[in-house]
């Protein structure tokens, strides 16, 4: 699939793929499947569907002349958290908003969609279309993020698609070792970032090892077999405070049956727990206590970059917080509140996932989340000191 | 039109009008609108749908040799608080199932209505299928109140219908007098009652007069012009709690426009406050600051019920905390929780309004909410000592 | 003992009981022990030590000429809810009040003493003073009842006396019958009553049968023993959500030691369970909850007072929420606040307890509290219809 | 005053040094003062003198052969948050211990005290001993900002003590410049250090500049008049959050007087505000905002480390996040819980304020608190890159 990553050839046709491919990902669900909102965390697939369109006619076709709003009403709607543009629906009640309804929602993309083809050609706009599709992409994967986390509030634990992944193989767990030095970290430049993987910067590295891959179902099994759960000496203060607050036991999705088996909740309903897939959906608290659990750690954002592993099958918890590169600077305009204002108490993840769009992911991409968010696909990624 | 009161002529036809009335009212809303639960008091349209048709289902169908449930998760998902009964899913998030769909409640419904005409033709079951349409009655007037507050939620405050109510005429507030002494309350038997109306019984008043009407919009907005929500003198200590907590300046429905001029949500959308319509949507903390404020109070139920006035428009706030009458026993099997376990911490209102369904009003009729209870159609009557 | 009950040959002395009385139940504490608030429903032994003097402040000697305040600043700080009387110290935070330390605020009530010896020889002051010498003597109770729960919130477990309670005899229950009819309820007046105990006034009754004596802590554990703590059936449905909330299991202060033998905390330490005592420190929830089990119900407050029980050993939970008496008004002046402003809510509890001072019984008497209040001295009295 | 942080010589010495201190902090101080506890995150003065002879009892002399505890149920008292040493007293209830009284816990410092003086000479027990008494150190700090808060929670607003402090001279603020580069950050061992400042490593700088000394009370106030309180867009999303929950205005102990004028509370008192003392009591937050407002940022800790700047008169927030250093090893044994779980969720401070008690100082030191903590004494120092 053509991707939007290095899309200047034929802006047009990025556009129209990415913005098709949002709509093919909410196909399968009904009218009230969009609807559904679940946590004040999570958003309904038709408010993505608002969001993401909004998000164009306001940074690009609203700066147009003789612009006129498809509804004015929408900007209070479908802002997110631009405090720059005003005030804004509270977002634990996105949930509550039967009109407009779906079809008024697709009716409002077609209208947008019609004047941005016509921006697209416009290469002053360029810069600017290409964050709105980035921006959509990740809305993408919110789609999957936020259905998955709705179906498993309903007992009946409906199915979003039917095709159950493949069972995997088996694959040795290695150690990629690492010298050290002078590293460059962020992004070069030459096609689209986002801000906060800039500026390209050194840092210097002390010798480590990294895993090759991701630590797998089976393997999380043996550290809940041991007691993970119950044992405090391996958790982090915060965390060991949420497992008892919320009784955890397992990764968010994990189910048992009668007799006592594991299985899990995915898109495709309840399936078999693959022991040699990557384990998925959980916090940062649960992948510090399971790295202490094995003796090793995770390793720094840093380290993740400059190793050059193979990745894209879950994010993967760092142990970095969210802080500012040196020298980082803010988009210009109202994009300044893309990253920036939320670099404080969340943890970097990095790599990307089955949910993650075709052609968003990339070595510098920096992913964040608050330690204890679960419903992301969010695995463990091992390191060591050396 | 006929009603659910005395229909043992043609039960079989009652069954038929309560069920249908139910759907007209579900008409005029798509199912994004039926899947909304606006706060956790509330419920969906959809599960008004489907609850009242397992009532049924569970009460009458479940007994008859040979009864297979229509879905056996049903029960989880529908019933309400019957403990008896089993487990069930929180009431808090019945907004969150968009399975089953509205279809498929619909379907279910047309399943249960199916086997329900054959019941109807069997006396013995009488009774219990009376209570069943009763119930189906309470839950029409809970599909008008639910549907009001889920639209309110919503900043383009989206009309349900378009039948704005027509101006009334002012009416003079007259005072009606009784002179007390030994009166009969409740129910008497002969057609359907709630067991909470029972037993019929004796109970001593004092001589007392009651208004001739309820309480205005007009005669509100002088309370509140009086400086009503900022005066403590009048308020009972809770309720005054909650106008600091709630920041409650005016009835739970009243908008200002930006010249500061009242009006009014409405299921026909927003619309000029009458002045000489009843106050509607207030606690039973603001009817007591009322009355407090005329130097009046409100009635108990037991003059309310003595007094033969007129009533319907707006459920009447009374005086009496909703305790069981002397004798009281509660209806007899799985209906055991329909009202006696609600018997603490709310208080009893009297009459019906505008929202409750033709034939589903008396004069024994106790209604119940807690004080602080402001989506209900509930106003206020004063009454005064002799 | 001489109490206040009718002190009109000798207010002065009534006066020095009463004050001196309190001043003996706060002895065995020390200062630490008096400033201890452990849940914003209790209040330090040193608060009601400051606010029953700046009642007698407040309510006489404000009035008289030439009055300075003892502490400007006090008004603020014991005022307990009197919105007549200004803003005050948030009620959760009267813990946090290390100063003024108890030295000063025994020197505080000396001085206040010192007026209030003088204002004491005014006939003119009789009601105003007798109504603050009740009023003190309603804090004397929560004196105990407060710091026996702030001693239960220190996993040392001390003592407020070693004066453990003998064993009592067993009591057969017997079953007192009433032919029901008119009856006349409340305060004839003649020497004092609290507002809430008038008018006087006749209710019309049933025939029905109360009990001898309380429910004991040997019947109490039948019903924990039948799974009473388990069953939905029993309860009221707030009571039951408050079961499963807070995870109750037995009265508040029972305890279990290694072998599963129940005890019990009291101001005396903790003790074995006497099972002949009467069952203390349970809801109205619970209240309810036994009676159900047992096929019976609690009296009304009027059957209550109607039947010339002996009483004294427990407050009894009654089956009557707190609604005024027909034509209730309340005190005049500040004291308006006193009781009438809580009628909403609350259960009617009749009696009187271990607690309770000298002289502050009678069969009149309107105790009230919420149906989930645990930590006052509040039992169970059956009743049954006949 | 001789110091901890070098005191091999004669830890004797150091020791009764340090444990005197803590106790001519608690001197001013009533028994009522030394029970408070305003908020969870805060201790009674009580509480830090147990709980640090507690650490002492059971960090070194419980590992002595014919150890017998103090007392067996001080373990559950005064246990601070270490899950390997069993469970312990909750921390939002340390306030309701008025036993053991302040007396006892005197007597329980002095016999730890006797016990301890004979182990001091052990020189195998140098190392525990010396981390003890720095543990204390940190505790005499929290005595200070704990009893302020608490102070502050009365309307009295009492005073600790009676030292103003001097009207400071204004410093011109200048900027320092560092070239970046490699530079060694953390401790080098020698003498004592937490092991959260350890290993002794490299890191890589970018050129930058920092500022001579912290923001003044005057320069902040510039800041407010800006309407800095009001603009979403200096703040960070998470603390302009916390803004409007909280209605935050000013730092926190500042007040107005009825003219406008801006006071402080301090530890003596109401006193007027030093414009050109020190910014004190401020979150993170607010030190972002104040930061972006200037156009600059805060320094990292790396950077504030190498800049060899003048410090001690207030914490300053640095822009990194608690992470641990590469190649971080917690303490062995129980003080393994000491530092390294906390490591998520919280921003660094460095420096050292006007409570840090005498020698606890030092340029290495990481302190570290959660990004909305304004009851320590936490300020703002400006950095900018070259």
């Known amino acids: 699939m053509k991707t939007a990553a290095s899309p200047r050839n034929n802006l047009t046709e990025a556009y129209a793929l990415v913005r098709s491919h949002t709509e093919k990902l909410a196909a399968p669900l009904s009218a009230e499947d969009c609807a559904l909102q679940s946590m004040p965390d999570t958003s309904p697939v038709k408010w993505h ?157 002390q010798p480590f090892a990294i895993a090759s891959r991701p630590v797998s179902n089976g393997e999380y099994q043996a550290f809940i077999a041991d007691g993970g759960y119950r044992r405090p000496e391996f958790w982090l203060s915060d965390g060991w405070a949420r497992v008892q607050e919320e009784n955890w036991e397992a990764p968010l999705y994990w189910l048992k049956d009668g007799d006592g088996n594991e299985s899990v909740f995915t898109l495709s309903g309840v399936q078999a727990l693959d022991p040699h897939a990557p384990v998925e959906h959980v916090s940062f608290y649960e992948a510090a206590a399971y790295a202490a659990w094995t003796g090793a750690r995770m390793p720094t954002e840093f380290e993740w970059e400059a190793s050059q592993i193979s990745h894209g099958a879950v994010w993967e918890w760092t142990r970095s917080s969210y802080d500012p590169y040196p020298g980082f600077k803010p988009f210009a305009g109202v994009a300044a509140e893309y990253n920036g204002k939320f670099m404080v108490g969340q943890m970097v993840l990095r790599g990307g996932s089955s949910a993650t769009p075709p052609g968003h992911i990339r070595a510098t991409y920096r992913n964040f989340f608050p330690p204890q968010a679960r419903w992301q696909f969010s695995g463990i990624r091992l390191a060591k000191d050396l």
């Open 49 to 205: 569907l608002a969001h993401t369109t909004w998000f164009f006619e306001t940074v690009i076709l609203a700066k147009q002349p003789g612009f006129k709003p498809a509804d004015p009403r929408f900007a209070y709607l479908f802002n997110s958290y631009y405090e720059a543009l005003g005030p804004r629906h509270p977002r634990p009640r996105r949930g509550l908003l039967s009109r407009p309804n779906l079809d008024e929602i697709y009716a409002y993309r077609a209208q947008i969609d019609a004047a941005m083809l016509q921006a697209c050609g416009d290469a002053t706009l360029y810069e600017a279309i290409l964050l709105g599709l980035n921006h959509e992409q990740q809305h993408q994967e919110l789609i999957l993020t936020d259905i998955k986390h709705a179906f498993f509030s309903n007992p009946l634990l409906p199915a979003y698609r039917r095709e159950p992944a493949a069972p995997q193989a088996q694959q040795k767990l290695e150690w990629r070792r690492h010298d050290g030095g002078t590293v460059q970290i962020g992004h070069q430049g030459g096609d689209f970032a986002f801000d906060n993987e800039t500026p390209h910067h050194p840092v210097l590295l």
